[in-house]
């Protein structure tokens, strides 16, 4: 049985990476589609907002979606789908759904000319939440880059995320996690 779920499961990634690889990389990439009209709104904003000198991708993630956005270089860099890396983000971020809060973060990120892979993550402006720092930064050395004209250009760029946290336990609920924890 456990062989078959595992079997079901690769399969299921597979097709799911091969649907994503055939859409380009300025068109929406959404993982995972929410009927949520507020995190629609707040996604829909943050996409509409300009983006800053040297911003190349943007990334909108809530518990319940993660979607990638390019604006600009897409002949020359691209991320690479990653569908089980784009859900555990989004389960990693289902652990702040506490509050209702939106926070967004801008990290520079600097590529090594012979390999394309990542040399350096630093945060340009910080998530205000602290803990949101870490997730962002692992979520970006997940991140696979293709260079679809040969060359590895640019070297350095901005990824803007946004994260948008809901408030899904009751006040009593964050009571009793509280009380445990100060024991």
Known sequence: MKINTAILSILMATFATLLLQGCSSAERRDLTTTGNAKITQVQDKFFAEPSGEGELFRIFSSSE?????????EDK??????????????GEVAAFDKIEFFSDAVFRVEIYEDTGNISRIRPVKP?????????IADDITRL??????????????????????????????????LEKNVR
């Not at 350095?156 to 009751?170: A, M, N």
């Open 127 to 135: 998530a205000r939440i602290s803990e949101l720092n870490k997730l």
């Open 144 to 177: 696979k880059f293709e260079f679809p004209d040969g060359q590895i250009a640019p070297l350095v760029f901005d990824i803007r995320y946004g994260i948008y946290l809901q408030k899904k336990v009751s006040d009593k609920e964050i009571r009793n996690v």
């Open 65 to 73: 979606n993660y979607e990638i956005r390019q604006y600009g270089g």
């Open 77 to 90: 860099i691209v991320i690479t789908s990653d569908p089980q890396g784009e859900q555990a983000f989004t």
